[in-house]
């Protein structure tokens, strides 16, 4: 009999996971409770569960790895996976705006395009320093305003490219406290935000959200969808998970696309 691998989300999405299960009628034991545990129980047969970094999660079903998983819309469009993995169900909760956000001093910038167009013309100076943990969608907003390839700083970058050019943009890698970077160690910053408060306790405004309304979702690899014996498992998941959710984007069987 086969089974099913679903990753759900430790860290921030945590607590709103466990809170979105219990209002969906399961009791997830092991899960946002305190517990040590990274293998909860969700009551379903059949249904292996693992506890993965919201960050994880699209790209280990991407790859196999897992075949249903819980992240945020924002990692599912950062990791660029959408050819072998579905958007199957907005689950509304765990909402952020992902934003591009500058010091509050720069009274002339006020949205992307001031931002670029500040910079576009420094090559030899001082690049302009954008910080973040979404390197594909900074680099996305990046080509969306101008026409640069812009250098890459990351321990990773010789994993792909290494990408150091004289560029008058530069993206960094940032692994956290994203908002203290500018304005001494960077200029500008992509991040996620609920309220904008903790951008503003640091001097820093929001000039344009980059993609706004990011809310958990319930993912799927495709070609587990197409699994005979999956299927069935994938769709109860789906099914129980849906009467939760706030609404229903998908009213279509689940597998009539695929």
Request: proline share 7%.
């Amino acid at each position: 009999m086969s089974t099913v691998r679903l990753a759900l989300p430790k860290g921030s999405l945590e607590g709103k996971t466990r809170a979105f299960l219990e209002a969906a009628g399961i009791d997830p034991k092991g899960y946002g409770d305190g517990s040590r545990s990274y293998r909860p129980e969700l009551g379903i047969p059949g249904v292996e569960v693992k506890i993965m970094r919201p960050q994880e999660i699209p790209y280990l079903l991407s790859a196999g790895f897992f075949d249903i998983g819980l992240s945020g819309l924002d990692w599912y469009l950062e990791t660029g996976c959408q050819s072998n993995v579905e958007d199957l169900l907005d689950l509304g909760f765990g909402r952020v705006d992902i934003v591009l956000a500058v010091p509050d001093a720069w009274e002339e910038v006020n949205s992307a395009a001031d931002l670029f167009h500040r910079f576009a013309n420094t090559t030899g100076a001082k690049p302009l320093r954008i910080w973040t943990e979404y390197l594909n969608l900074t680099e996305s907003l990046v080509r969306q305003h101008t026409d640069l390839e812009p250098s890459l700083y990351t321990p990773y970058a010789r994993l792909h490219v290494e990408r150091r050019s004289s560029s008058p943009v530069a993206i960094f890698h940032s692994f956290g406290a994203t908002e203290s970077k500018p304005p001494d160690d960077g200029d500008a910053i992509v991040d996620n935000t609920e309220t904008g408060r903790t951008l503003r306790a640091n001097g820093l405004k929001i000039i344009e959200r980059v993609l706004p309304d990011s809310t958990a979702r319930l993912l799927v690899n495709r070609r587990s969808l197409r699994h005979r014996d999956k299927r069935p498992l994938i769709e109860q998941v789906r099914a129980a998970f849906a009467v939760g959710a706030p609404t229903r984007r998908n009213e279509e069987p689940v597998f009539g696309h695929v």
